[in-house]
């Protein structure tokens, strides 16, 4: 028996479905300029004159302007909520506090990693073993994740912080460095 | 099923035994027995299969970076990336093109969107239950994988209702999960 071999299969870098599927995401301006740009031959295969009349063939005209009319809605929708998103993304910061644990010896919690997209865990590892720590997943009161690191480091982990920001293309994200020290106990009644 | 489906949901992950792994190469050939010239590029013989179980029963096998196949009760199903890449192993039937919109935001395929004139079925019958994977009118990628509710010839007859459960389809939670 003859073995059968994986197909090639394109996707698009935008929305990641196959590019002939474009027209039903989000974002199918953005697709096709990708498409255009980097696969001219399926991009000439797709969107020509005569692919477009083969498309709507079974359809009758009335249904077809309907369904076209949806998609449009919904990638305007979609825009806007990505550009929403973005706009969230770039707003919010991430907090480094750096707690004071017992006179000389503190630890820090970075709060508000999400925005990076990565795993909170491989992060603390990667702490951990740069920073010879301890280091931790923790939820904290807004049930958000942060991760605690044992020691101060804060000026080292908001450089680290900064460079993966910029990796990832997030300079506008602000990175704040905050001391939190720990009240003194109440005096009590004498 | 993957309409909701983030990180989050994943519970575990583990590497399987090989001879798990044989087991279910053999069990997922069951199931597509025209795969079968193609299952050592699908699952080759020396890797190493990562399992991963999450939220309602529902375990991914990962396979090189990739999810190959999830598993749902008893069900074995491919992953549509997988579909892309051996197109020919798999039943297929296909919708129209008003469907389409439908069926990538993740809702259940009616009769009369596999009846109509751009759609087709195969021409054996396919009993009920079985996973089928869903192709549309002037495209040539499958866009979902579903599970027939009734027999394709029930569908022909009655050609009312629910006529494919979609499992998986572009764009859902398995779709976007990359790691």
Redesign the interface.
Known sequence: ???????E?IYCDI????P??CE??GTFKRCKDWLQANHLQLFEKLYSDDALA??????SIE??QQ?SR??EKKQAKEEAKMERELQKKLASKIIIKRIERNRRKHVISISGLEVCNIDMKKLAKTFASKFATGASVTKNAEKKEEILVQGDVSDEAKEYIENLLQEKGLDEVKVEQIDDKKKKPKPTAP | MFKKFTKEDIHSRSNIKSSVQRGLKSKFLEQFPKLEPAIDNVIPKKSQVILIKCEDKISLYYVENEVVLFQHFDDLVPSLRTVHKYPDCFPKVQVDRGAIKFVMSGANVMCPGLTSAGAKLPEESLPKDSVVTIYAEGKENALAIGKLTMSTDDIKSINKGIGIELLHYLGDGLWKLVE
């Open positions: 028996m003859t073995e059968v071999v994986a197909r299969i929305c990641s479905f196959p002939e599927y039903f995401g083969k498309a709507t063939s079974t359809l249904k077809e369904i949806d998609l």
